[in-house]
């Protein structure tokens, strides 16, 4: 009971910083702090993502940011061509509606987790690793010799997309947007993980035999849980496109990859604001420590290194305790 309160308490003081700080500096007339906390909140939905996957079915996809940089290139795609007054390929019509362009980013990452997923599941362990780092780099590689959409330059966004009844271009507004998808996102972890489905997520992790004793299919589970983190995280990406009015193959990159990795194993590996806690320290080092060395990853090194060694529940783990399962 103590163990349940003092989580809760950490939680909610998570999310309370979260939304104080970019008010006080919207307030304070310090925008910078606004997208800082955006970033945090796009960067730890693409966490709760990659959660789904590595925290509850432990599956270690190095090719998460495939899927972050499809969302991203959905988003500069469709404000690219609406920006020109262009089609999109096959006569699609361009727009650029926010929710439009979610789904759209939403079903392209789908589609491509399955097949991927399908092949990739199939193996386990390293080899596991491997495959799905290989298909992230097969499509960063694509990305990079695609001169249509910049190539290596990248993609500019001239005009940040737009959401009904939003003013998307002020940082506040943005800012409040990204924490309702995050908030959504948090709760779409938490159905999963309190489901039946998530339960058999989680049983494929620790016994795959003895899940299909019992008459289910360990690989269909994965393949669904794996199909809905590459969703969650291509939503992400579509959100920090916008943010930055920018997408280049570095969303695609297995840098990317390894940073939601970072995030997740950082703030609890399987816990609900685990990957809030992981975004929040890693823009923070990224922040302070950043305009003082470029090595600032030298610092976060050290911390991660403390974390596996010693907190092996994350950050949330030492400061809340145990979580009640897995």
């Given at each position: 009971?103590?163990?349940?309160?003092?989580?809760?308490?950490?939680?909610?003081?998570?999310?309370?910083?979260?939304v104080?700080?970019?008010?006080?500096?919207?307030?304070?007339?310090?925008?910078?702090?606004?997208?800082?906390?955006?970033?945090?909140?796009?960067?730890?939905?693409?966490?709760?993502?990659?959660?789904?996957?590595?925290?509850?079915?432990?599956?270690?996809?190095?090719?998460h940011?495939?899927f972050?940089?499809?969302?991203?290139?959905?988003?500069?795609?469709f404000?690219?061509?609406?920006?020109?007054?262009?089609?999109?390929?096959?006569?699609?019509?361009?727009?650029?509606?926010?929710?439009?362009?979610?789904?759209?980013?939403?079903?392209?990452?789908?589609?491509?987790?399955?097949?991927?997923?399908?092949?990739?599941?199939?193996?386990?362990?390293v080899?596991?690793?491997?495959?799905?780092?290989?298909?992230?780099?097969?499509?960063?590689?694509?990305?990079?010799?695609?001169?249509s959409?910049?190539?290596?330059?990248?993609?500019?966004?001239?005009?940040?997309?737009?959401?009904?009844?939003?003013?998307?271009?002020?940082?506040?507004?943005?800012?409040?947007?990204?924490?309702?998808?995050?908030a959504?996102?948090?709760?779409?972890?938490?159905?999963?993980?309190?489901?039946?489905?998530?339960?058999?997520?989680?049983a494929?992790?620790?016994?795959p035999?003895?899940?299909?004793?019992?008459?289910?299919?360990?690989?269909?589970?994965?393949?669904?849980?794996?199909?809905?983190?590459?969703?969650?995280?291509?939503?992400?990406?579509?959100?920090?496109?916008?943010?930055n009015?920018?997408?280049?193959?570095?969303?695609?990159?297995?840098?990317?990859?390894?940073?939601?990795?970072v995030?997740i194993?950082?703030?609890?590996?399987?816990?609900?604001?685990?990957?809030?806690?992981?975004?929040?320290?890693?823009?923070?080092?990224?922040?302070?420590?950043?305009g003082?060395?470029?090595?600032?990853?030298?610092?976060?090194?050290?911390?991660?290194?403390g974390?596996v060694?010693?907190?092996?529940g994350?950050?949330?783990?030492?400061?809340a305790?145990?979580?009640?399962?897995?």
């Amino acid at each position: 009971m103590m163990a349940l309160s003092r989580g809760t308490l950490v939680s909610a003081l998570l999310l309370v910083l979260l939304v104080a700080i970019p008010v006080a500096a919207t307030m304070a007339g310090e925008p910078f702090y606004v997208t800082l906390a955006t970033r945090i909140a796009i960067l730890a939905l693409a966490a709760v993502g990659l959660n789904i996957a590595l925290g509850l079915g432990g599956l270690v996809s190095f090719g998460h940011a495939a899927f972050f940089g499809l969302g991203g290139y959905v988003a500069g795609i469709f404000a690219t061509h609406a920006f020109n007054g262009e089609p999109l390929p096959f006569g699609l019509t361009a727009t650029t509606s926010m929710p439009v362009i979610w789904l759209s980013a939403m079903a392209l990452c789908g589609l491509v987790a399955l097949p991927i997923g399908a092949i990739s599941l199939r193996t386990s362990g390293v080899y596991f690793i491997m495959i799905t780092l290989a298909f992230a780099q097969m499509i960063y590689y694509f990305a990079v010799s695609w001169p249509s959409y910049g190539g290596e330059d990248g993609l500019s966004i001239y005009v940040r997309n737009g959401f009904p009844g939003l003013n998307t271009a002020q940082p506040l507004p943005y800012f409040l947007l990204c924490l309702g998808v995050l908030a959504a996102g948090l709760v779409l972890f938490q159905l999963i993980k309190g489901s039946r489905f998530g339960t058999a997520l989680e049983a494929s992790r620790q016994n795959p035999t003895r899940l299909a004793a019992v008459g289910i299919a360990p690989f269909a589970i994965r393949l669904v849980a794996f199909a809905v983190s590459a969703m969650v995280t291509g939503l992400a990406g579509a959100l920090f496109a916008d943010l930055n009015r920018f997408v280049s193959p570095s969303m695609l990159s297995w840098h990317m990859s390894g940073e939601l990795i970072v995030l997740i194993i950082l703030g609890g590996k399987g816990r609900l604001f685990g990957p809030l806690a992981g975004a929040m320290v890693y823009v923070l080092f990224e922040y302070a420590l950043g305009g003082i060395t470029e090595r600032w990853q030298f610092f976060l090194g050290l911390i991660l290194l403390g974390v596996v060694l010693f907190a092996r529940g994350g950050l949330l783990g030492l400061l809340a305790g145990k979580a009640r399962h897995g």
